[in-house]
């Protein structure tokens, strides 16, 4: 059997204990605790505070967020059923988690659909209140599963969260749809005093959050102290539990917790701060790379515009105007953006000019799986542009990577003029993790030039070393000059079409990228340096296959991981790293796409583990495939 | 030290690629006219465009340029004009660029009202492709693409920009030098999205299209001037008028001793109400004197100054701010460690 990071058997513990009085909490090692509801249950906003809360308490957290595709599909349904897994230990979190310890599932719907990612022997703490014959019809129980043996092989607490609620609330006299909406914050305190963390940061939030009504802080603030309280007081739970202490600490400095969407924009606004430009953002709403678009229209106070253009096109075209202006520009968007964007981006290519370009990778085709990850779109990335175009492509790996991926993106944009695409997905983008805030000395030293000195100014004439044409700023007297898609004569930058001049063009922009290589840092090999199966990743399996290497080094299997965070051009040191393990597996959450790339431009035999169904790959997914390909068992 | 520029110091030299009689050479001498008139900056001054015939204007002037791609000039234009707003903007474009692949982008741009002029010259035939069908053709009309007559109806950019808002419309021939230079001095003065549209013929595939209202000696018959102030008269001895009736145009004889000359329509391109200036450039030939002049020239918030006021507003209001306060801004804890920390891999 594989072993994931989270190994709770929660059948074994000790039974209650009369009177209120509980013994000491029982220590957990990594454990997974799932929050699901109806879409409009505030699942998001449960799960998010839980994970905030017990970041800020010390413990290492990570998170998936799964939510319908539409806005609120029918309430009570199985199609409405939104939810939101935590996964938190003393240390090592690389996922979301695996099987769920604890699900919190707020109506039989969500008990439903979330029931088979729970571990035998795990904890069920449902509202008992929404269990009434209507609802039960819609999610297609027959019976009350709460009161029949179906439950039986996991540890059930009914809890009639709605009517406490309100028993709670009764003395505010508030209208039934504000008790009703508090109602989540009861099952948050509750799951707080079960994993004994504090309350006060998110009594301090709820204050913050809705400081515009005095009567919702104090409803759902009263909510949460009485879901704390019920857990408390009642007898039904044997005892609490407490997640060990790390046998490490964490390396000092200031933290914060943040998804990958914020991490973007917090990168992509420090970028522009450390260039000195202004940051340009155009874009246009997509699941789910909206955040960005939110989160920098928020920042005015620094430098940055946002722009919701009229549609994809526009909102790359007026990102290529900013950068033509002098600014950082940048774009946003999900698969079905990219495909509009490309024309734009390939006059990007041939106009040499900086732009960022971020895929919130979704499922597809076409419209596809809206609100589910995937990796579908490196082929896109790569080779979507007619012509030969080549672009920057980098992945960033985790929603704290997030952030270095947005600056390192800007300053190979600025430094190349070039664009530079940079691939996330729907997990990392609505995943969050602690972060430790970097020091201002830790950020690179990246000023923007551009050239003002007209004298022998050639708008094509490139740096020896680069290879990047000059950054001129219109308004710069004497240097005016035509940039466009037209084919341009080397150095002069003039119109010109003629077979060998196309040819050299090609193949300066061809060279101008394979430099890039210069300024990739060489990879790390996770795991045994000697082993004999190398698996490589890309994106956001970096946690599921890190942790497994990990399990299976434990176990004595010599297994090791690199990761990719440059998907064009390779780092140099790759070929050679390839070569020095016997086998090789490339894990992705596509059909094969970077396993292509890589035999193509290696000439080596590799194997692959592919997975396209909307999720993230478990651990124990990762781990079967490495016990299969080395022949062993654990 | 201020050297007054002549209108060849705003040519870039390069030879024009254009058909020998084509419009666009006078559009060129035009433009670069009235440029020299108001004395801009030559590196003030951003030119962009999509792709066709107009597209290749750019390459002509002495300015800062970006030849883009098809129908995207609009876009590329507002993320120059949102950044650098002291830059003169200026899109050229065709009628198939701007009124067909790139429809959506004009009609945005029209609406958002930033202070970018566009210059769209409308030859009603795709000329660089060699004559198809362009949005703006009359119906019935034969290309290669519509042997047997084309059975769409066309686009009216005018109406389509007073439509959206737009806070100048104008349309000229390109048969009138002095007229063009004349507008393009106005929109310049004009503070907003202005549209003109310029009309020319392709001598190759569409010759002679516009003469009827173009040409000098038609001109008096066929066009009605659009003077602000003014009454609107025309025809061929200028002995015609306008006057409203109900929701319609009335044309009344001047010639006729029972006409009330104070009951004549005068035109007001200032008026805040977009109505009148739509309606009167629904006048089409040959059924109506085709309008030619400034339509519509109001004020209206500009895009730009709205989007950089509400970006100071919030920075009075958050004061002074950096990097550190941004990643440090909402929920943070802190963690001091002895010697035996880690720190998260990314």
């Not at chain 1, 009085?21 to 699942?43: H, N």
């Not at chain 1, 003002?452 to 000059?470: H, I, M, N, S």
């Not at chain 1, 990739?520 to 082993?531: F, M, R, S, T, V």
């Not at chain 2, 009454?231 to 319609?248: C, N, T, V």
Request: glycine share 8%; charged share 20%.
């Amino acid at each position: 059997m594989c072993a994931s990071e989270n190994t709770q058997d929660f059948k074994t513990e000790p039974s209650v204990s009369g009177n209120g009085m509980k013994g000491y909490p029982k220590e957990l090692d990594i454990t997974t605790i799932r929050f699901a509801g109806d879409s409009g249950d505030g699942i998001q906003v449960l799960g998010t505070r839980f994970a905030n809360a017990s970041a800020i308490f010390g413990e290492d957290v990570m998170t998936l967020a799964e939510y319908p595709a539409e806005i609120r599909a029918p309430a009570g349904t199985v199609a409405g059923v939104s939810g939101f897994q935590v996964n938190v230990g003393p240390q090592d979190v690389y996922t979301a988690g695996d099987l769920v310890d604890v699900l919190v599932a707020m109506n039989p719907a969500a008990l439903k659909s979330n029931l088979p990612l729970v571990r035998q022997g795990g904890i069920i703490i449902a509202n008992e209140d929404s269990f009434i014959d209507k609802n039960l019809e819609k999610a297609g129980y027959s019976e009350n599963p709460l009161e029949n043996d179906e439950l039986a092989a996991f540890r059930v607490f009914s809890v009639r969260i709605s009517h406490f609620t309100s028993t709670a609330l009764e003395k505010l006299g508030l209208p039934r749809v504000q008790v009703e909406r508090s109602k989540n914050f009861f099952a948050l305190g509750l799951v707080c005093w079960l994993f004994n963390l504090p309350l006060q940061n998110s009594l301090d939030w709820i204050k913050q959050s809705f400081s515009k009504s005095e009567e919702v802080v104090k409803a759902n603030s009263e909510a949460l102290v009485a879901g704390h309280n019920y857990g408390e007081s009642t007898e039904l739970f044997s005892s609490s539990y407490i997640i060990k202490k790390p046998e490490r600490q964490r390396k000092a400095g200031t933290y914060r917790y943040l998804n990958g969407n914020s991490a973007l924009s917090m990168g992509l606004i420090v970028a522009a701060d450390l260039a000195g430009l202004r940051l340009f953002l155009g874009s246009y709403p997509i699941t789910p790379a909206s955040d960005i678009l939110h989160e920098l229209s928020r920042h005015k106070e620094f430098p940055v515009t946002t722009f919701q253009a009229e549609d994809e096109i526009a909102a790359v075209g007026a990102a290529i105007g900013a950068s033509f202006g002098g600014s950082l520009g940048v774009t946003t968007t999900s698969g079905p953006g990219m495909a509009l964007k490309t024309e734009f981006i390939n006059l990007a290519v041939a106009a040499e000019l900086p732009l960022i370009i971020i895929n919130v990778q979704r499922g597809g085709p076409s419209t596809g799986l809206p609100t589910k990850m995937e990796q579908g779109d490196l082929y896109q990335a790569l080779w979507a542009r007619h012509g030969e175009s080549p672009a920057v492509v980098l992945a960033a790996r985790s929603p704290r990577d997030c952030f270095k991926t947005a600056i390192e993106a800007a300053q190979i944009a600025i430094k190349y003029m070039t664009p530079v695409i940079i691939l996330s997905d729907g997990y990392i983008a609505n995943g969050s993790e602690p972060w430790r805030i970097p020091e201002l000395n830790e950020l690179p030293h990246m000023p923007a030039r551009f050239l003002t000195d007209a004298e022998g100014f050639q708008p094509y004439k490139r740096d020896p070393v680069t290879l990047a044409r000059p950054w001129v700023r219109p308004g710069t007297p004497g240097m005016e000059h035509i940039i466009g898609g037209l084919e341009k004569r080397d150095v002069t930058g003039e119109v010109d079409l003629t077979p060998e001049n196309h040819e050299l063009m090609v193949s300066l922009r061809a060279e101008k990228i394979e430099r890039v290589r210069n300024d990739i840092p060489p990879l790390k090999i996770e795991g045994d340096q000697n082993a004999e199966l190398l698996i490589i990743g890309w994106g956001s399996s970096f946690g599921a296959i890190t942790r497994a290497v990990m399990n299976q080094n434990a176990v004595g299997h010599p297994v090791a991981s690199i990761h990719l965070r440059h998907l064009n051009p390779f780092p140099k040191d790759l070929g050679k790293i390839l070569k020095r393990f016997p086998r090789r597996v490339v894990v992705e959450n596509n059909m094969g796409q970077l396993w292509t790339k890589l035999r193509a431009e290696y000439l080596l035999e590799m194997e692959r583990l592919n997975k396209v169904k909307g999720t993230p790959f478990k651990i124990s997914e990762i781990e079967e495939m490495i016990e299969k390909t080395l022949g062993v068992n654990s | 030290m201020t050297t007054t520029l002549e209108r060849k110091d705003y040519l870039s030299g390069l030879d024009p690629r254009w058909c020998a009689g084509c419009g666009d050479y006078g559009v060129l001498k035009s433009f670069t006219t009235a440029l020299a008139a108001v004395g801009l900056p030559r590196e003030k001054i951003v030119m962009v465009s999509g792709i066709g015939c107009s597209s290749r204007f750019p390459h002509y002037t002495q300015t800062y340029g970006f030849h883009g791609i098809h129908g995207r000039a609009p876009a590329i234009a507002i993320g120059v004009k949102l950044t650098r707003p002291e830059l003169s903007v200026w899109v050229v474009t065709g009628d198939g660029d701007a009124l067909s692949i790139g429809g959506n982008h004009f009609i945005h741009l029209m609406r958002r009202n930033p202070d970018i002029k566009v210059i769209l010259l409308n030859n009603r035939i795709y000329g660089l492709t060699k004559g198809q069908l362009s949005p703006t053709s009359p119906k019935g009309k034969k290309t290669k693409s519509t042997p047997y007559g084309s059975v769409d109806i066309p686009l009216n950019p005018v109406s389509l920009a007073i439509t959206c808002g737009a806070t100048f419309a104008a349309r000229v021939p390109s048969t009138d030098n002095a007229m063009m230079t004349e507008i393009f001095i106005e929109a310049h003065k004009h503070k907003g999205v202005g549209l003109i549209e310029v009309l020319q013929d392709c001598e190759i595939f569409n010759e002679g299209e516009w003469s009827p209202v173009s040409k000098k000696s038609n001109r008096a018959a066929n066009t009605v001037t659009l003077k602000h102030g003014e009454p609107l008269i025309f025809g061929e001895k200028q002995d015609k008028g306008f006057r409203l009736k109900g929701f319609e145009l009335e044309t009344v004889d001047l010639n006729d001793k029972s006409v009330d000359r104070s009951q004549l329509l005068v035109h007001d391109a200032h008026c805040s109400d977009r109505t009148l200036a739509l309606k009167l450039s629904l006048l089409d030939f040959p059924a109506d004197p085709y309008p030619l002049g400034i339509f519509r020239q109001v004020n209206g918030p500009i895009y730009e100054e709205e989007v950089a006021s509400q970006e100071q507003e919030v920075a009075r209001k958050m004061g002074r701010t950096d990097i550190y306060n941004l990643l440090h801004s909402g929920e943070t804890w802190e963690v001091s460690s002895d010697d035996n920390w880690f720190d998260m891999p990314v």
